[in-house]
């Protein structure tokens, strides 16, 4: 790698995951034990990564990590597919914290950003379009 060189989202993962396992060697030293959900495009496209504590990074195509994942990541596994708009899977991303999160109202409990393949770079989502999104998402919790 040289200066200012564009890096891939799995050099990044794995980056942090071995950082990760390396202070979990040492007897009180944990500031990286957790588990973390890497998202990015790069040369190669679109890419989600999970790292944990042990070292590992495995590659996803959507995933959700912490309380009640396993059902998230079903319900995730049952509704996405890879020709998915970015509305539909904004739209599946709402509905699946939903599935877990204790009801609230309105959309203030969601914060949501985007990285296109288009502009690489980070946007955070609005609220007029959170709105819009999650409209949309009852589409996946009637099925």
């Known amino acids: 790698m040289t ?25 009180g030293v ?5 588990a973390l ?13 999970v790292t944990d504590p042990s ?6 195509a959507a995933i959700a990590i912490g309380a009640g994942s396993d059902e998230v990541n079903a319900f995730l596994e049952k509704h996405y597919n890879s020709n998915m708009s970015l509305g539909d899977a904004a739209a599946l991303a709402i509905a699946a914290i939903n599935l877990k999160a204790e009801p609230k ?30 409209k949309n998402a009852s589409k996946f919790t009637t099925s």
């Open 3 to 27: 200066y200012d060189e564009s890096v891939e989202v799995a050099t990044v993962a794995k980056h942090l995951a071995d950082q990760s396992h390396q202070f979990t060697q040492y007897s």
């Open 30 to 34: 944990r500031p990286n034990g957790v």
């Open 37 to 49: 959900i890497i998202a990015g495009v790069d040369q190669k496209g679109e890419s989600i990564y």
């Open 55 to 60: 070292g590992t990074y495995v590659q996803y």
């Open 105 to 134: 109202e309105g959309l203030n409990h969601i914060k949501m950003a985007k990285v296109t393949s288009e502009k690489k770079i980070f946007e955070r989502v609005s609220e007029s379009d959170l709105q819009n999104y999650s």
